[in-house]
């Protein structure tokens, strides 16, 4: 069984303060505007918080996660019916070939498909994540002993009662894992598809405040952004824990 | 009754697992079915059991296939259930009610000395208690047929005794049919009324053994039981 990963809070609040600590001797040691201490950054997020950031924060945090949800409800589905031959003989070719490809090159298209706006926004991260979800949920299918089918159908299934009872929860754990990475992946296309066209989002703010040059303001936006993720990233775990707890025995 | 007639399965990979395979077995018998590895046992019980279609031949049970229980290797438990789910898994899949599950469930826990373990999951209980899980799941669909695969095989010799008891006691109190398949030849004549020899791959019957003594619980220790255990070693083609 796998053992999960060190429970206490305090080896993460050790983890902080240490991030934190290398950060302010290299703020010292650079002296230098452009890398300003912790503290001056806290200020400025303070100050943030009190006027718009938290907005931004919201709207970037809408469209990760939209697109995460968007990408998930096509590949889950998708990666479990690869379990049947036929549907995976002519889903695997597919993925193998559009998989490898750079998808953020998408862009244009998408821009001339979906407009500017939100949307567009939405479906890159989606069809960015969408790959990666696909390929481990298919793995996972595929992957999955015949045993526990035979198993299933000895007891009297159907075929709903199969994807129910054994396919989805037996995926599950490798679906949330690849949900998971995702969190990170989509962050990074969010500050990518927010950083033109566009006033409101966290990679808004960071282009902004860069070519303002306000450097505790753009480490402030930046920080909001790992915040974020982190955020993301843990409510995603504490679903797992919760949906795969025969995992964590 | 189970009859078996003409089954031949060929693996859509070309793998003949049997030829022409034919036995009955009587309405609340117990047989055991021996053969070495690789014989085709197990496509023999999935044939048995509905899972898998013959290539050739007709099985037929004289009960529903929802009448037959199959148990399979290595438990066959479901790791993301825990133990009370894997028992009433089979009691959901037939729409009953979910009062009466609960009633049936925590019955069987009980007789099988589970209660306490009912939340937890299969890969924290140890083999002999997964396995009595297998069984409980089986018994809580009232099955007239029960089929084995090597249900004791991965057991120490202890827990294999003391289950090997259990299965008899089952057997007179239920008054069910049981096909037990095994490797192991004292364990086919301690729980097999009659002993079913299959051949090396692909399997077919050599010799179908009487052993009327089954059925004793002090058997092993008799004189007789030797004897049959020799019989039976003798009727068992050399694997190569
Ligand atoms: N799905 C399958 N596709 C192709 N060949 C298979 C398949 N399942 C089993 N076989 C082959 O059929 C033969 C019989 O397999 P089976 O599992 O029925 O034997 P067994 O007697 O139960 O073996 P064991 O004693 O190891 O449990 C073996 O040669 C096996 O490799
Ligand atoms: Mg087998």
Redesign the pocket.
Known sequence: MPRGQAEHPTSYIIAALLLIGLWYLASFMLDSPELPTPLSVFYAFIAGIRADLGYHILISAFRVVYGIALAGSFAVPLGLLCYINRVDKFIAPVIYLLYPIPHIVLLPLIILMFGIGDLSKIVLIAIIVFFQILVTTRDAARNLSVNYIYSLLSLGATTKDVYRHVILPACLPKILTAIRISVGTSIAVLFFVESFATEKGLGYMIMYAWSKMDYPALYASIVAMALLGLFLYLIVECVEKKLCAWVYI | MIEAKNLSMV???G?E?LRDVNFVIQDGASCSII?P????????LFILAGILKPTEGVVQLGVQPREVALIL?NYGLFPWKTIYENIDLGLQMRGIPRSERKRIVLSLLDRLGLRSFANHYPDQLSGGMQQRVGFARALALKPRILLM??PLSSLDALTREALQNFLLRLWKDNGMTMVL?T?SIEEAVFLGKEIIVLSP?P?HVVNIIENLNAGDANYRTKEAFFSKCREVRQNIPPAI
């Open positions: 693996y859509p990979d793998t697992a053969g590895s690789g014989c085709g046992k197990t496509t023999l290797q695969d090597e398949v490797h791959r399997g």
